[in-house]
């Protein structure tokens, strides 16, 4: 280790969701992983969801350290403990969140100033950190948590408006100016796209922000989204650096078990009952930290999922009721028997609340993966060689959609055609049938699955051998740090 003005410091500033908040953490433990002194910012709360991990870095001898600030639940109208947007069921609490999130502003930014570290690697949500980056003559690193792809469809759509040329939300649109044929329908885009809203302004000075920046932290692997990578760095015009897939940084067993939360299952039952099973023959249901689903759809996935036939381990999302509140009693909710049903059948397994979702998708009894198709998870079932079926619901989960859909050709969509986001909006319907269809289509023997099921294994290993010494991933981050190192001012400088 070196002396204090040779090492470099580099502060972290996660977003309170975990879609955000777990690969930022992953990539600031993978920068102590290499020997740079790392310090996160992050409050209470969110502290327990990965102190235990911390914890056993330190314990390695990594220089890795917490700033945890009071979070102001009380002040901003929430209850007490509520400091991320998974606790957040209804719109007005997140709007409230978003609110105290803002509110912890000043005290970070002392934080920052206090600490004055050589570089700030901040969520995109944070813009704000780019005038302080600026004020202190340091680097900041933007992380807005998705891929290559979302940013280049995101750019192409804005810049040729696509959607304006159709005549109705359903008909089908090419995006101009893409390495590969992108088809979208108006009534899969972001509201934002379509036009401005309350959100518009903020997103203006995240991408102003952007521009400002050093650079941007990737959470992907070049042999995923290769064309992409190269468009955005050469159409685009911001560097960025692929350090991912993070989440596989997770070597250690208790890191897994316990990435981005405490699991709310016992280990020993869901993996004894994985172990019975043959290989690749079980289906994970999963549609992220976020969504909510009514009583309706959740029995028609349920319905579904009996008539596919195929053994299945379903994360059970929390119910809205008809007037968009969270029901209480009924938190996580499942027609009547059909856990009873599943459990003694030994075809299915419940799990309810927070699952360990990286050391489940590398179960080799795992065959497939019925995502929503958040970044992280597209991600963590790619990195484990799974064949996919998507289901977007909101946010650029329709473009990550088609990435694994139009060009990887990974996975089989069970149709839904309409953007709505998540706890605000009633969402369409998916019947039973579109997803049992697409479910057999992907967990069933033949030529089609077959392929996808070849394919997916290939990149599991691509993104396995990209961390690896000598991957691009690994090669990007060295060469990150070595960017970072040379941007440092003498110690003499800072200090004036
Ligand atoms: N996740 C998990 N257990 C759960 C639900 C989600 O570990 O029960 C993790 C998942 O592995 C992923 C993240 O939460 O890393 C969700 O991020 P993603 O981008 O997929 O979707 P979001 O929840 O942000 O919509």
Redesign the pocket.
């Known amino acids: 280790m070196g002396s204090k003005d040779d090492e470099l410091h580099v502060m972290f500033l996660p977003y309170m ?4 908040m ?2 930022l953490v992953d990539m600031a433990r993978l920068f102590a992983a290499h020997g740079v002194r790392i310090t996160i910012i992050t409050t209470t709360m969110n502290a327990f969801r990965f102190q235990n991990a911390i914890h056993r870095d330190i314990e390695a001898g990594r220089q890795i350290g917490l700033e945890i600030l009071q979070f102001p639940s009380v002040e901003a109208g929430l209850p007490e403990g509520c400091e991320n947007l ?1 606790s957040t069921p209804t719109p007005e609490m997140s709007m409230k969140l978003f609110q105290a999130i803002r509110m912890m502003k000043p005290r970070m930014e002392t934080l920052l100033r206090n600490h004055r570290p050589d570089c700030i690697a901040s969520d995109v949500l944070f813009h704000w950190t780019v005038d302080v980056a600026a004020e202190l003559g340091i680097p900041r690193l933007s992380f807005s ?1 998705s891929g290559y792809f979302n940013l280049c469809v995101s750019h192409c759509v804005e810049r040729y408006q696509p959607h304006k040329d159709v005549s109705s939300e359903t008909e089908i649109f090419l995006v101009p100016g893409l390495p590969d044929e992108i088809k979208l329908t108006r009534s899969q885009l972001p509201d934002l796209v379509k036009g401005r809203n309350e959100f518009s302004e903020l997103f203006d000075r995240l991408k102003e922000a952007e521009r400002k920046s050093f650079g941007t932290l990737m959470n992907s692997f070049y042999e995923l989204e290769p064309a992409y990578a190269d468009y955005y760095r050469n159409n685009i015009g911001i560097k960025a650096w692929h350090i991912g897939p993070v ?1 596989l940084f997770n070597k250690d067993a208790a890191d897994k078990a316990e ?3 405490k ?2 299952l016992d280990e020993d039952s869901w993996l004894s009952w994985l172990d019975s099973k043959k290989p690749n023959s079980v289906l994970y249901v ?1 549609l ?4 909510r689903l009514s009583k309706t759809q959740l029995t028609e996935i349920a319905s579904a999922l009996e008539d596919s036939g195929h053994a299945f381990i379903w ?1 059970v999302g929390k119910v809205l009721n008809s007037s968009g509140e969270e029901d209480g009693s009924h938190e996580w909710w499942l027609p009547e028997g059909f856990q009873e049903r599943a459990y003694q059948s030994g075809i299915g397994h419940i ?1 309810r ?6 050391l489940i ?1 590398e179960h080799p009894a795992i065959g497939g993966f019925l ?8 991600l ?1 079932g790619v990195s484990s060689g799974l064949p996919m079926i998507t289901w977007p619901i909101f ?1 650029e ?1 329709f473009y990550n959609e088609k990435l694994v859909t139009q060009v990887l050709k990974l996975g089989v969509g069970v149709g839904n055609e309409v953007w709505k986001v ?1 706890a605000t909006e009633e969402m369409p319907l998916m019947s039973r049938e579109k997803i049992r269809r697409a479910v057999t289509m992907v967990m069933d023997q033949g030529i089609a699955a077959d392929e996808m099921r070849r394919k997916a294994s290939l990149l599991g290993e691509l993104a396995k051998k990209a961390i690896e010494k000598g991957g691009s991933s690994y090669n990007q981050l060295k060469a990150l740090i070595k960017e970072i190192r040379s941007f440092r001012q003498p110690p003499l400088c800072r200090n004036l």
């Open positions: 969701a975990p879609g955000h777990m690969p998974i948590g989440s990435r981005g939360n699991a709310s999963c992220g930290s976020l969504t994360v799990i609340g927070w699952a360990p979702q990286v998708l995502t929503h198709c958040g970044w992280n998870s597209i963590e946010a989960q998540w």
